[in-house]
Structures are given as C-alpha cells and as structure tokens.
C-alpha cells in the first residue's frame, strides 16, 4: 500500500464553526461529509466516534479534544492544532496533515492508512500498538514520540527529525531512516528492532553504542 491524496469533491460545502455542530454529530455517530471547516475552535471537545470523510480543515484547533474511535477518510487537515488531544483507536485513510502540529497526542491503537504528515510538529506523541502503511513524512519532527509495539509498512521517511524517539518491540526491517535525522534513539535490549533498517553510517555508528560496541578508528 502506498501513499494516496486525500479525494474530495469539486462541492465541497463550508460548515458552520459551531462545537456544538461537531459534539451533537460525534454523540449521534453521524457521519460529517463533503464539509469545509475554518478556524473552528473545537479545543476540550468530546468529539469521540465523530465519522468525518471528504472533508477539509483550516486553521482550527482540536486541542485536548477527545478524537477516540474517530473515522476520518478523505481528509485534509491544514494549519490544524491537535496538542493533547487523544486520538486512541482511530482510523485515518488517505489523510493529509499539513503545516499542522499535535504535540504530545496521544494515539494508542490507531490506525493510520495513506496519509501523509507535511512539515508538521508531532513531538512527544504516543503512538503505542499503532498501524502504519502506505504513509509519507516530510519535513517534519516526531521528536521524543514513542512508536513502541508498532506495525510499519510503506513508509517514507524523509526530512524526519527523530530525536529520542522510541522504537522498542517495533521491528523497523526495511525502513529507511539515512534521509532523516535519527539519533538518540531506544530500543530493546540487544535493538532487534534494528534488524533490516536502512540507516546512514553516522546512524550506524550511534546504533552500534546501543550494542555495547566500542568503535576505535584503525589509524
């Protein structure tokens, strides 16, 4: 699976920035589609079980907000702010994150489909037992996130800044981290998630630190 936009309609139709809108729709578990929403402050909010698709968000603030059991697909989130919030057990397909930040989220459980993470701040989350497939990152900073027991596949890492992210009980085989900035990582003991990763030489040297090796110049 990789990477697909988010597909929304040429009618897309402007939504009034009520919370009110949005708690009333989560408590019905009705489904919010072909909307266009801005500067909506929905901070604190019990949006849990809230159904959004082909939707697109700008500038507004889910901060502290309860995102559990969210269905999101076919979303476009610009400009948006998702610091605190918990989004456990959701379920994001063709998504895009732009210019947003979601420092400190808590993500547990969720699964994330072909979405994309563009120059964005997601530091400090909690993305435990997590899925991932088909996901792009560009340009953005996972910083000190813990990615631990995770599931990934088709991931692009690029311009990541990963510093003191955890990995431990995440295999990363086949990940490609030699475009992004990775260091000061943990892992398990003895790092079997290192196995099958694609990593720098610098990435390589601090991994091998993980391991007990002493790395002496031959010279």
Known sequence: MHYAPPRLPNDISPLPNDPALFIQAAREERCLSN?????????????????????????CRFAGCDLTNLDGRDVVFSACDFSNARADRAYFSRCLFENSKAVGLH???????????????????????????????????????????????QIEWNDALLVGVCFAGSPLSGQGFSRSRLSAATV?????????????????LEFSRLLGLVVKDSG
């Not at 563009?118 to 000190?144: K, M, P, Q, V």
């Not at 398990?188 to 390589?204: F, H």
């Open 35 to 59: 909307i266009l929403v801005e500067n909506a402050d929905l901070s604190g909010c019990d949006l849990s079980s809230l159904s959004v698709k082909q939707a697109k968000f700008i500038r």
């Open 107 to 153: 993500a547990q459980q969720t699964l994330w489909r072909q979405t994309a993470f563009l120059h964005g701040l997601f530091s400090y989350g909690n993305f435990e037992h997590a899925e991932w497939d088909g996901i792009r990152i560009l340009n953005s900073d996972f910083s000190h996130a813990f990615f631990t027991f995770c599931t990934f596949k």
């Open 188 to 204: 398990s003991q003895y790092a079997p998630e290192l196995s099958g990763a694609v990593v720098s030489p610098a990435q390589a």
